[in-house]
Nanobody, 115 residues
Framework: QVQLVESGGGLVQPGGSLRLSCAAS????????ITWYRQAPGEQRDLVAA???????NYADSVKGQFTISRDNTQKTVYLQMNNLKPAETAVYYC?????????WGQGTQVTVSS
């Protein structure tokens, strides 16, 4: 079992930045993938960025060059740095931990981009 806690969401003006955190209850140094998703009201949950334990990263085309995913294994935390945010990126952001074919989800953190 893995518990995940997301934090760092909030209200930000267009063009602003936020850094989301996903803290895991166990080590993330083993073979795994941690993925950030977002879900806007009435929309499906979409992949935003992923980080694998062997150092690879993957981004949705819409956020390439705008978002950066990183991990700190000593802190058991994965981060999502989001820059130049747009109102259309308002959503609940979730992290997912995948290991040995099992998925564990956090509760999500709300990001609202509005002036």
């Amino acid at each position: 079992q893995v518990q995940l806690v997301e934090s760092g969401g909030g209200l930000v003006q267009p063009g602003g930045s936020l850094r989301l955190s996903c803290a895991a209850s166990r080590s993330i140094a083993s073979i795994n993938t941690i993925t950030w998703y977002r879900q806007a009201p009435g929309e499906q949950r979409d992949l935003v960025a992923a980080s694998t334990s062997d150092g690879r990263t993957n981004y949705a085309d819409s956020v390439k060059g705008q978002f950066t995913i990183s991990r700190d294994n000593t802190q058991k935390t994965v981060y999502l740095q989001m820059n130049n945010l747009k109102p259309a990126e308002t959503a609940v952001y979730y992290c997912k931990y995948t290991i040995f074919g099992f998925d564990y989800w956090g509760q999500g953190t709300q990001v609202t981009v509005s002036s």
